[in-house]
């Protein structure tokens, strides 16, 4: 099939197409607001929750600081406080950054870049999120039981034979899927990029 | 005319130009219907910037083709809610059986392009001139018509190997 001959059975498509009957207007508002109501739901909440898990955690770490007395903890706990903060923060940044894309001023080559770039900034920091995050779940507990005052419970070998390997196996699926995702994620990127 | 009703109206009558691009950008009918009312979602977004555009015909070719980029990324999902009826997506299925099976080689191979060259024959099969072209996609005349005689070789081929 030639070009000429592809643009004509277009042109016919498009003849066909403007002689439908017209979308009726109730309907067409109705999807646009369902769709609306849809995106509010869909993408704040399990963001916003995760957020807030974390800013609570971090807040109960700051009151409760004075009762952590091994300075090693006292630092592993600043360490956290920061990361509990810095890791939704850097996440929201992202995901706003993805979302918040110019679709109706940037040109398609534009579009492609910047999308492209957007979504590999935000799989970079969940990846990155997800190494802290196990490493936070290892140093909380130490903390945890120093603040409760219970870190000779924690300091019995059988609580770390159970509670080690059971960490470090979660670490290994999640991270291996956050990780295979991560990379169709950029090969997906780079391909967006490629095109331009 | 209020602010709703100048949407309806531009949705109205640009429906079938939403209809073709969200055609060559999805690759069934769930995933049109989905692309769709995305398409008619964002443009309800962005309907303000819609009434200061130079040209809103260009814009309106940007805000359909920018949607199906985003949004062919994402996960395939079901239409939710109140969803458009397949008989206004049954276009194709009033032409003659020899142009339905032309058209739907054609659409075959157009998919198989990248984003970016999808939009050009797009645009070139709208029957835009290669300036016009380059100002929705954003690359350079020039560019336009490298990438129009390689996306020409390949939609040949292609349709002479089915």
Known sequence: MELDEMKSLWQNLSVKVEN???????????????KFRRKMN??????????????????YLIFQFDKIDLRLLQVLGILDIVFLVLIPVASLITVYRLRSLQINHLSTAEMLEAFGRAK?????????????????????????????DR?????????????????????????????????KVMDQSEDLLKDI | MTKEEEFVHLIQT????????TTIYSSDREEQKDLYQEVVYQTWKSFDYFKKAAKPSTW??????????????KKHKRP?????????????????????????????????LNLLDRGIIFLFLEGKAYEEIAEI????????????????????KGVQTN
């Open chain 1, 20 to 34: 439908q009957d017209r979308i009726q207007k109730d309907i067409l508002l109705e999807m646009t607001k369902t």
């Open chain 1, 42 to 59: 869909g993408i704040r909440i399990p963001e916003l929750f995760g957020s807030l898990f974390c800013f609570g955690y971090a807040g």
């Open chain 1, 120 to 148: 590999r900034n935000f799989w970079r920091v969940q990846q990155v999120g997800v190494w802290l995050a196990g490493m936070m779940v290892l140093t909380l507990v130490p903390i945890l039981g120093d603040i409760q």
């Open chain 1, 151 to 183: 870190l000779d419970e924690l300091m019995e070998v059988e609580f770390w034979m159970i509670f080690l390997p059971f960490v470090l196996a979660f670490m290994f699926f999640f991270s291996r899927y956050v990780l295979r995702r991560y990379r």
């Open chain 2, 14 to 21: 640009n429906q079938g130009l939403i209809y073709k691009i």
């Open chain 2, 60 to 73: 309106l070719y940007r805000v359909g083709m920018n949607t199906a980029i985003t949004h062919l990324n």
């Open chain 2, 80 to 112: 939710i809610g109140v969803s458009i009826s397949d008989s206004k997506l049954d276009f194709a299925e009033e032409m003659s059986s020899d142009e339905e099976e032309k058209l739907e080689q054609l659409y075959a191979e157009i998919r198989k």
């Open chain 2, 137 to 156: 996609t954003g690359i350079s005349v020039s560019n336009v018509g490298t990438r129009m005689s390689r996306i020409r070789e390949k939609l040949k």
